[in-house]
């Protein structure tokens, strides 16, 4: 089966016989992922899907779980809920976040569509629409891991990261070179860290996932000399670090994330707000690793901003430059390249909505550095039009471009093979 972005008329024209890959698409984690391949010891601590009896916080946010309400558990504490944070149902029609309560989403699960988490909807979904290739994240893998990582029992904590990635590989390989989950770390134990991301990419993964700000959960920051025998290892591997928004790791009263929403405002405003600062959370981890010296030490290694948007990019590129890089009177200018010049040679970012950003800033940020995603099945998802939205976006770029951020960028970074 042909997996070429049919050939459409008008605007979809300038897709045609391109192999699409989505950079940023997500895995629903089945609620037995853990307790069918945990040891037994284990099984009852690591991640499971619990009927809460009360409500209570969940972990890492000022959001109440309700009562009643299927959860996800880990060693006892309220993760997320257990509805597989997917928004577009089996029919095909997508579920409005604002309209649902999401403390009761784990009641939904027999509703989310099964290329959620079946490795062969998926495959269908994709031929059905004309993508050849999903880079895939995972959901409470992602966002929970720093409750994770400050797991006082780290041998627990490994498990539950080596049994997911046992779990991917498994998933990945139902659809060879179709399906690419990114491998998650034990990155509080770096030495462990650096064996993990040998393993995985023994079993096929093509990338890691990182936490852009590890040092706000009190370990080194991503330039220290202590991540040398990890980015060794990547380094070595080839295989580029992926920091996905809400991946952060934090201690005390900050980790508990408070809406950024003015109280007055209604539901669907909400969400947008929020959505907002959570992407641009990213801008610190750029903004950082542009004027460090991680990027001359490890020159050969790629990191990308997943699911961040890129409009923001030229602002902080820009904003970087200015200051760091100003001549002024009593300050000579560093001796160091600028920040345009690390994003274009290490960096990359994603975009799925946008319309400013893909057509009036690629020249300008570097059309090497930016690929598509859709974000399926995500509450923003570009479902269930992702190719037609993207193809009237992309409707004015020059085709060379739209190649690349369609196909050959992240054919070339994740080693995607394309016959």
Same mark, same amino acid.
Not at 72 to 93: E, I, K, N, T, Y
Not at 384 to 400: C, G, Q, T, W, Y
């Given at each position: 089966m042909?997996t070429?972005?049919?050939?459409?008329s008008?605007?979809?024209?300038?897709?045609s016989?391109?192999?699409i890959?989505?950079?940023?698409?997500h895995?629903?984690?089945? $609620?037995?992922?853990w307790?069918?391949r945990?040891? @037994?010891? =284990?099984r009852d601590?690591?991640p499971?899907v619990?009927?809460?009896?009360?409500?209570?916080n969940m972990?890492? !946010?000022?959001?109440?779980?309700?009562?009643?309400?299927? !959860?996800?558990?880990?060693d006892?504490?309220?993760?997320?809920?257990?509805?597989?944070v997917?928004?577009?149902?089996?029919d095909?029609s997508?579920i409005?976040?604002?309209?649902?309560?999401?403390?009761?989403?784990?009641?939904l699960?027999n &509703?989310?569509?099964e290329?959620?988490?079946d490795a062969?909807a998926?495959?269908?979904f994709m031929?059905?629409?004309?993508? $050849?290739?999903?880079?895939?994240?995972?959901?409470? =893998?992602?966002?929970?891991?720093?409750?994770?990582?400050?797991?006082?029992?780290?041998?627990?904590?490994?498990?539950?990261v080596s049994?997911?990635?046992?779990?991917?590989?498994?998933?990945?390989?139902?659809?060879p070179?179709?399906?690419?989950?990114?491998?998650v770390? *034990?990155?509080?134990?770096?030495e462990?860290?650096a064996?993990?991301?040998?393993r %995985?990419?023994?079993?096929g993964?093509?990338?890691?996932?990182?936490?852009?700000?590890?040092?706000?959960?009190?370990?080194p920051?991503?330039?220290q000399?202590?991540?040398?025998?990890?980015?060794e290892?990547?380094?070595?591997?080839?295989m580029p670090?992926?920091? $996905?928004?809400?991946?952060?790791?934090?201690?005390? @009263?900050? /980790?508990?994330?408070q809406?950024?929403?003015?109280?007055?405002l *209604?539901?669907?405003? !909400?969400? +947008?707000?929020? /959505?907002? &600062?959570t992407?641009?959370?990213?801008?610190?981890?750029?903004?950082n690793?542009?004027?460090?010296?991680?990027? $001359?030490?490890?020159?050969?290694i790629?990191?990308?901003?997943?699911e961040?948007?890129?409009?923001w990019?030229?602002?902080?590129?820009?904003?970087v430059?200015?200051?760091?890089l100003?001549d002024? +009177?009593?300050?000579?200018a +560093?001796?160091?390249?600028?920040?345009?010049?690390?994003?274009?040679r290490?960096v990359?970012g994603?975009?799925?909505?946008?319309?400013?950003?893909?057509?009036?800033l690629?020249?300008?940020?570097?059309?090497?550095?930016? =690929?598509?995603e859709?974000?399926?099945?995500?509450p923003t %998802?570009?479902?269930?039009?992702?190719?037609?939205?993207s193809?009237?976006?992309?409707?004015?770029v020059?085709?060379?471009y739209?190649?690349?951020?369609?196909?050959?960028?992240a054919?070339?970074?994740?080693?995607i093979?394309?016959d």
């Amino acid at each position: 089966m042909t997996t070429e972005t049919p050939a459409r008329s008008g605007e979809h024209d300038i897709l045609s016989g391109l192999k699409i890959i989505d950079s940023d698409t997500h895995f629903s984690e089945p $609620h037995d992922l853990w307790t069918s391949r945990a040891p @037994a010891s =284990m099984r009852d601590r690591l991640p499971k899907v619990v009927r809460t009896e009360t409500a209570g916080n969940m972990a890492g !946010t000022d959001r109440q779980l309700e009562e009643g309400g299927l !959860t996800w558990q880990l060693d006892g504490q309220l993760l997320s809920p257990a509805g597989g944070v997917a928004f577009v149902r089996r029919d095909g029609s997508k579920i409005p976040f604002f309209e649902l309560d999401i403390t009761d989403h784990g009641n939904l699960w027999n &509703q989310i569509h099964e290329a959620s988490y079946d490795a062969k909807a998926r495959v269908k979904f994709m031929d059905e629409i004309g993508v $050849h290739a999903h880079i895939v994240y995972p959901n409470i =893998m992602g966002f929970s891991i720093g409750n994770i990582i400050l797991l006082e029992d780290k041998e627990l904590a490994y498990a539950a990261v080596s049994i997911y990635n046992d779990a991917m590989a498994e998933w990945a390989s139902e659809a060879p070179n179709r399906l690419f989950p990114q491998a998650v770390l *034990p990155f509080w134990d770096i030495e462990l860290a650096a064996k993990e991301a040998e393993r %995985c990419h023994d079993m096929g993964f093509k990338g890691v996932i990182m936490a852009g700000e590890p040092h706000l959960g009190g370990l080194p920051d991503l330039g220290q000399p202590d991540w040398n025998p990890l980015y060794e290892v990547i380094d070595d591997k080839k295989m580029p670090i992926n920091i $996905h928004i809400g991946a952060r790791v934090m201690l005390g @009263a900050d /980790s508990v994330i408070q809406s950024a929403a003015w109280p007055s405002l *209604p539901k669907r405003a !909400t969400k +947008p707000v929020n /959505s907002v &600062q959570t992407e641009l959370g990213n801008s610190r981890f750029l903004s950082n690793i542009v004027v460090s010296d991680v990027l $001359h030490r490890w020159p050969n290694i790629k990191w990308v901003s997943v699911e961040s948007g890129i409009g923001w990019m030229a602002y902080v590129l820009e904003r970087v430059d200015y200051e760091y890089l100003e001549d002024f +009177p009593d300050a000579p200018a +560093p001796d160091v390249p600028s920040a345009f010049e690390m994003f274009r040679r290490n960096v990359y970012g994603t975009f799925w909505f946008e319309k400013a950003g893909p057509t009036m800033l690629l020249d300008y940020i570097g059309a090497d550095n930016v =690929m598509w995603e859709s974000d399926f099945p995500h509450p923003t %998802c570009l479902h269930p039009d992702a190719i037609r939205r993207s193809a009237e976006a992309l409707a004015s770029v020059n085709p060379a471009y739209v190649r690349k951020i369609m196909q050959d960028n992240a054919a070339q970074l994740y080693n995607i093979p394309l016959d």
